[in-house]
């Protein structure tokens, strides 16, 4: 199933998903040498981004996040892709600067059809993600 959606960072890229409900703070909850999440109250808290195609709502927190979404990126841990329900200016610029896929305001909800660690495939180039169908 093909579902449209807004670009943000153009790309192409593949990976299960990890989803979380909680918004991510870069600066401060991801560890940039290792991809795991350290906020011990988000909800996937001890989990690596690393190679995932990362579904949370929004971004929040410093906009020195955009840095550490690069550094994840330059050391090898950051996600294959990233998606929001609405992305902000932190997370874009972190993508953009990262050329990691953005998209987001997809045209369905994607809490009725994401599961967890399914592969999924964002192409930002043309405006759609693919997901299995279910």
């Known amino acids: 199933m093909k579902v449209?959606?807004?670009?943000?960072?153009?790309?192409?890229?593949e990976g299960p998903l990890m989803i979380?409900?909680?918004?991510?703070?870069?600066?401060?909850?991801?560890?940039?040498k290792t991809g795991k999440i350290m906020d011990v109250n988000h909800e996937?808290?001890?989990?690596?981004?690393?190679?995932?195609?990362?579904?949370?709502?929004?971004?929040?927190g410093s906009t020195v996040g955009s840095y550490v979404i690069y550094q994840l990126f330059k050391n090898?841990?950051?996600?294959?892709?990233?998606?929001?329900i609405e992305s902000e200016?932190?997370?874009?610029?972190?993508?953009?600067?990262?050329?990691?896929p953005l998209v987001d305001r997809l045209q369905n909800d994607p809490y009725t059809f994401f599961k967890d660690g399914?592969?999924?495939k964002v192409n930002s180039n043309e405006g759609y993600i693919e997901v299995p169908d279910y």
């Open 44 to 60: 996937l808290f001890g989990k690596s981004v690393k190679g995932k195609v990362l579904f949370f709502p929004y971004g929040k």
């Open 4 to 13: 449209k959606c807004r670009t943000i960072s153009r790309g192409y890229a």
């Open 76 to 84: 090898g841990v950051a996600p294959a892709a990233m998606i929001n």
């Open 20 to 32: 979380t409900r909680d918004p991510i703070s870069f600066l401060g909850n991801v560890d940039p």
């Open 118 to 120: 399914m592969l999924i």
């Open 89 to 100: 200016p932190i997370v874009a610029v972190g993508a953009i600067i990262s050329s990691i």
